[in-house]
């Protein structure tokens, strides 16, 4: 079977202050489909440069390697293009938008992808009765559908939102990047079992976290550990308790 998401090589680097600086050192990450894996890793190790590098963010520059998706080439396609094919990302900080009305753009979001699949559009009923269905699912407010996107709203809320348009847009595959402090256990399990009840033959994830806890609810496939810009290692969850005992050293010293 084809590999869902391959990444072979990959180095990228930002420009800093007119020089370039390189971030991925030759990642290496497959997942088949069907698995959620995890990427573990000490701060600044590149976790996040590698989800917006996989978003298509222009500030970033590929200088080598490859990344397939389902067998396409990701970095030859335009960021509404990959998340048409099924690609959804969750970034560490999510945007706010003012005066966008939330259902609004959750339902645009969504008949977007639709459209690209080939599936008839949801009128107005169609996508209150699936949207309605899917808050009560996740213990959301109504309130929160009628409010801007992410304004005012708190960690967690912005973590029920995120989940939210997780499963309205039933990814193929959904990258989540989690913030390195300040989430706090009820988010962590928000979004663990926002994935867990997506787990499906055709649904895969990639958790990028260094929470243990979040770990623990989501029971990963596959752990890989990141060290300055390189998978360093993967393995079970016994790489997660590894680290848990002993920190990042012995990682670090390998990708030294
Ligand atoms: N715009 C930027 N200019 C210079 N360095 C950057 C920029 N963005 C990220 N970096 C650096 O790249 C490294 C990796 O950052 P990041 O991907 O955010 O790591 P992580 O998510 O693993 O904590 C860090 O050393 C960070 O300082
Ligand atoms: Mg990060």
Not at 73 to 78: F, K, V, Y
């Given at each position: 079977m084809t590999d869902l998401l391959k990444i072979s090589g990959l180095h990228a680097s930002i420009d800093a202050d007119g020089k370039p600086k390189e971030i991925l050192r030759g990642v290496d990450l497959v997942i088949p489909p069907g698995e959620v894996h995890a990427i573990m890793g000490p701060n600044g190790c590149g976790k996040s440069t590698l989800s917006y590098v996989l978003a298509g963010r222009?500030?970033?520059?590929?200088?080598s390697g490859s990344v397939t998706f389902m067998g396409r080439?990701?970095?030859?396609?335009?960021p509404e293009e990959r998340a048409a094919a099924g690609l959804f990302l969750a970034f560490q900080s999510p945007v706010e938008l003012p005066g966008v009305n939330n259902a609004n753009f959750l339902r645009t979001a969504v008949n977007a992808v639709r459209r690209a699949r080939g599936e008839a559009e949801l009128d107005a009923v169609g996508f209150l009765k699936a949207v309605r269905a899917a808050t009560k699912n996740l213990s959301m407010s109504d309130d929160m559908l009628k409010r801007s996107v992410n304004v005012g709203f708190s960690g967690g809320e912005k973590k029920r939102n995120e989940v939210l348009q997780m499963t309205m847009l039933q990814p193929t595959l959904a990258i989540l990047d989690e913030t390195?402090?300040?989430?706090d256990v009820d988010a962590l399990r928000i979004v663990a079992e926002g994935v867990k009840n997506l787990r499906s033959p055709k649904f895969s994830a990639l958790v990028i976290t260094h929470h243990q806890r979040l770990l623990d609810y989501l029971g990963p496939d596959r752990i890989h550990v990141m060290a300055r810009g390189r998978i360093v290692r993967s393995g079970g969850p016994e790489l997660a308790k590894q680290i848990d005992a002993e920190g990042y050293a012995s990682f670090l010293a390998e990708a030294a």
């Open positions: 222009e500030e970033y520059d590929v200088t080439d990701l970095l030859d396609m335009e390195d402090s300040g989430l």
